[in-house]
């Protein structure tokens, strides 16, 4: 099983700053990563696959890149709308796993 | 518009079984594989299972193996999963997920649905 570690656990960030986090994975999964954002009390959603292409409808603040066993994810320029937690997904190798998440909550 | 929702969660005692049933519109759901995805109170995401549009792949995580059967009925619009010797580890919000591909899964989630909350305590 490929095990996906995310950093920091926690990120604290004031809307309009700049916010990165880190996924690793194990071993390669080549571009196969996906990033979801989840909000309290909501489903996630989905942000970006293939490590760098947004999902229809995500604005461009975010972005993704990467490949083999070091991602991350960026947003350029933090709005409220954005505080919540953020998990990466291996979809190269069965079983499917995901990182533990990244909380970017208001500093 | 795609919608997905789950059903059939609750409060089951260890040992028992439950079955979850995820009714998807629209998308034409049987061009897409499917999947379950749990998160326990509080906790991260864990994928659960999968299976393919035809069901001739079907996956699982090795924590529910054996023990976890998922299915799906085109006919229907429907996705389930059935749970057998459930465990208080399987306590749980399960949402069901559905692949973004055409054909040929990928194995990330497009869309979710709001989950169904299963609770194994005596």
């Known amino acids: 099983e490929i095990v996906m570690t995310q950093s920091p656990a926690t990120l604290s960030v004031s809307p309009g700053e700049r916010a990165t986090l880190s996924c690793r994975a194990s071993q390669s999964v080549s571009s196969n990563l996906a990033w979801y954002q989840q909000k309290p009390g909501q489903a996630p959603r989905l942000l970006i696959y293939?490590?760098?292409t947004r999902a229809t409808g995500i604005p461009a603040r975010f972005s993704g890149s990467g490949s083999g066993t070091e991602f991350t994810l960026t947003i350029s320029s933090l709005q409220s709308e954005d505080f919540a937690v953020y998990y990466c997904q291996q979809y190269n190798n069965w079983p499917l796993t995901f990182g533990p998440g990244t909380k970017v909550d208001i500093k | 518009e795609v919608q997905l929702v789950e059903s059939g969660g609750g409060l089951v005692q260890p040992g028992r079984s439950l079955r979850l049933s995820c009714a998807a519109s629209g998308f034409t759901f049987d061009d897409y594989a499917m999947h379950w995805v749990r998160q326990a109170p509080g906790k991260g995401l864990e994928w659960v299972s999968g299976?393919?549009?035809?069901?001739?792949?079907?996956g699982y995580a090795d924590s529910v193996k054996g023990r976890f059967t998922i299915s799906r009925d085109n006919a229907k619009n429907s996705l389930y999963l059935q749970m057998n010797s459930l465990r208080a580890e399987d306590t749980a919000l399960y949402y069901c997920?559905?692949?973004?591909?055409?054909?040929?899964?990928?194995?990330?989630?497009?869309?979710w649905g709001q989950g169904t909350l299963v609770t194994v305590s005596s």
């Open positions: 997920a559905k692949d973004p591909a055409h054909g040929v899964a990928v194995y990330y989630f497009d869309y």
């Open positions: 293939g490590a760098s």
């Open positions: 299976i393919s549009w035809n069901s001739g792949s079907i």
